[in-house]
């Protein structure tokens, strides 16, 4: 069975976006020592990182076929430029640099969750880094967890918990830091 263009973009498009929807990553490196530092050349990402991934052995293979096509790796191509340009906006909240995050943690924050609420920028009224209320962090069984409020003005864009919806990172016992949203709350 075939599946319109117009319902299959859209899909993919909302698929690769909940992919991505929890993030993962990987605990920070130490610093290198200072004379490493000074020879280590400066090493250009891979030509691929603009290219949707590869299909899975497990994957529709309409979906996958889909992904290949030019459509498809342009609207991909769109949305890679899309994340690139927000992240080299500097944008200021009284919470930024006090969490006891890396600034590049602390910064991802409020582009995933416009990310996941499928807003940019350049959105009407998109939730920014000085909508979001920092919570605190926790140390709770599955690791130490930072939360921050996402502002009532997300149900707008597509949030559909009920109550109080929260962004959080989680750092695992094992160093590892994943990002998520949802209605999981902080103790107390």
């Known amino acids: 069975m075939s599946v319109p263009y117009r319902t299959t973009l859209p899909a993919a498009l909302t698929a690769c976006t909940l992919l991505a929807g929890c993030m993962q990553q990987p605990p920070d490196d130490p610093p290198p020592a200072p004379q490493a530092q000074q020879a280590a050349p400066a090493v250009a990402p891979p030509a691929a990182a603009a290219q949707p991934q590869t299909s899975a052995g497990n994957e529709d293979p309409a979906l996958a076929a889909h992904m290949q096509t030019p ?34 943690q602390e ?12 807003q940019s920028l350049s959105s009407a009224d998109p939730v920014r880094a000085e909508d979001l209320q920092y919570m605190g962090h926790f140390a709770e069984l599955d690791g130490t967890v930072y939360y921050w409020r996402i502002p009532d003005k997300a149900h707008a864009h597509g949030d559909t ?13 094992a160093g590892v830091f994943y990002t998520d949203w949802g209605n999981r709350t902080p103790p107390g």
């Open 107 to 118: 910064r991802s924050v409020p582009r995933y969750v416009r990310m996941e609420l499928g």
């Open 161 to 173: 918990h009920a109550g109080p919806a929260y962004v959080y990172i989680r750092k695992d016992t």
């Open 71 to 104: 459509e498809f790796r342009r609207e991909y191509r769109t949305k890679q430029e899309q994340l690139q340009t927000e992240a080299d906006v500097q944008e200021k909240a009284a919470w930024l640099g006090s969490t006891g995050l890396t600034e590049a």
